[in-house]
């Protein structure tokens, strides 16, 4: 049983691929979606061995500068927070599907905007109130939850109408104060607000979940011979990628070691994630082609807090 949440963003630096495995849809590689929404997301399994693989490669890199028994021991904290591979003993940290916050889409101005709607911001509070509600008591929750909007209209700290794609859309400029509230929290969570809160655009939820279906990225390639160097006659095949700037969250979720003393010496799971996942760490896909870098923010207040050079931009 988990006794403890924190909820974790990250930002996609270079296009993303977190696999759903092959379909006989028009993309041949489509990226997992939510089946009732079909918002993208990122499964909990696939950020859970991310995670762990991110560390796991740290531990073995680090393991010429270490003595073996050190090694060793890294090794088996690894094992306790996540779990044996064999199945002996129960991870003790779970991660829940990231799921999709802000998706950029391209602009007439700022070059892009970070689109969202009513119902993802709906439940992304319902997730805060969830996990984070003490530390923002001073939220209305309510107020955010409470938002409409109409077909064909978006809210934007900008003024006049919002060009997205093709696609323009009537500014109501009465409901700006939602989008101070919205950045209200994330300031919380060490992001850095300044480039973000010009870009947010909150549009419908049927305008949202049409953009998001139809503007991924979607690249086609080719397999090429080894032997010979040249594209094979047959290879050709689609790939599907959540865009750069994407944005989006999950929660950590942390249980006791029932079999360990709890005191002062005892490790907490997002402490050690804290210390040990790196600022930018791989999620996906085609990693030996640049895809699926990811930048994560700070996790826990307790740990050491990086220097100002690397929290002012999200961390290293």
């Given at each position: 049983?988990?006794?403890?949440?924190?909820?974790?963003?990250?930002?996609?630096?270079?296009?993303?691929?977190?696999?759903?495995?092959?379909?006989?849809?028009?993309?041949?590689?489509?990226?997992?979606?939510?089946?009732?929404?079909?918002?993208?997301?990122?499964?909990?399994?696939?950020?859970?061995?991310?995670?762990?693989?991110?560390?796991?490669?740290?531990?073995?890199?680090?393991?010429?500068?270490?003595?073996?028994?050190?090694?060793?021991?890294?090794?088996?904290?690894?094992?306790?927070?996540?779990?044996?591979?064999?199945?002996?003993?129960?991870?003790?940290?779970?991660?829940?599907?990231?799921?999709?916050?802000?998706?950029?889409?391209?602009?007439?101005?700022?070059?892009?905007?970070?689109?969202?709607?009513?119902?993802?911001?709906?439940?992304w509070v319902e997730d805060l109130e969830y996990c984070?509600?003490?530390?923002?008591?001073?939220?209305?929750?309510?107020?955010?939850?409470?938002?409409?909007?109409?077909?064909?209209?978006?809210?934007?700290?900008?003024?006049?109408?919002?060009?997205?794609?093709?696609?323009?859309?009537?500014?109501?400029?009465?409901?700006?104060?939602?989008?101070?509230?919205?950045?209200?929290?994330?300031?919380?969570?060490?992001?850095?607000?300044?480039?973000?809160?010009?870009?947010?655009?909150?549009?419908?939820?049927?305008?949202?979940?049409?953009?998001?279906?139809?503007?991924?990225?979607?690249?086609?390639?080719?397999?090429?011979?080894?032997?010979?160097?040249?594209?094979?006659?047959?290879?050709?095949?689609?790939?599907?990628?959540?865009?750069?700037?994407?944005?989006?969250?999950?929660?950590?979720?942390?249980?006791?070691?029932?079999?360990?003393?709890?005191?002062?010496?005892?490790?907490?799971?997002?402490?050690?994630?804290?210390?040990?996942?790196?600022?930018?760490?791989?999620?996906?896909?085609?990693?030996?082609?640049?895809?699926?870098?990811?930048?994560?923010?700070?996790?826990?207040?307790?740990?050491?807090?990086?220097?100002?050079?690397?929290?002012?931009?999200?961390?290293?």
């Amino acid at each position: 049983m988990y006794d403890n949440a924190k909820m974790i963003y990250i930002k996609t630096l270079t296009p993303t691929h977190a696999g759903a495995g092959q379909t006989l849809q028009n993309v041949d590689m489509p990226i997992q979606r939510e089946t009732n929404t079909n918002i993208p997301k990122i499964e909990g399994s696939s950020l859970k061995g991310s995670i762990k693989h991110s560390i796991y490669r740290k531990i073995k890199i680090n393991e010429k500068d270490v003595n073996e028994e050190d090694v060793n021991e890294e090794e088996k904290m690894l094992n306790k927070i996540f779990g044996n591979d064999n199945g002996d003993s129960a991870s003790r940290i779970g991660f829940t599907d990231a799921k999709l916050l802000f998706f950029p889409i391209k602009s007439t101005t700022e070059i892009y905007k970070l689109i969202t709607c009513p119902y993802v911001l709906k439940r992304w509070v319902e997730d805060l109130e969830y996990c984070e509600k003490e530390d923002l008591n001073y939220i209305n929750f309510d107020s955010i939850k409470s938002i409409s909007i109409s077909e064909g209209e978006c809210i934007s700290l900008n003024k006049g109408s919002q060009v997205l794609e093709e696609y323009i859309f009537e500014n109501n400029e009465n409901n700006k104060n939602k989008i101070n509230e919205i950045t209200e929290i994330l300031k919380k969570f060490d992001i850095e607000i300044s480039e973000i809160e010009k870009r947010i655009v909150i549009l419908n939820d049927t305008d949202f979940i049409d953009l998001v279906s139809m503007y991924t990225e979607i690249i086609t390639r080719n397999r090429i011979d080894p032997k010979k160097g040249v594209a094979e006659n047959k290879g050709l095949f689609t790939e599907e990628y959540l865009p750069t700037e994407t944005i989006m969250y999950f929660m950590a979720l942390s249980s006791p070691d029932f079999f360990e003393k709890v005191d002062e010496t005892s490790i907490n799971p997002f402490d050690y994630l804290e210390k040990e996942l790196d600022y930018v760490f791989h999620v996906g896909g085609y990693s030996t082609i640049g895809k699926g870098l990811v930048k994560r923010t700070k996790i826990t207040k307790t740990a050491n807090k990086p220097d100002n050079s690397e929290n002012e931009d999200g961390g290293k």
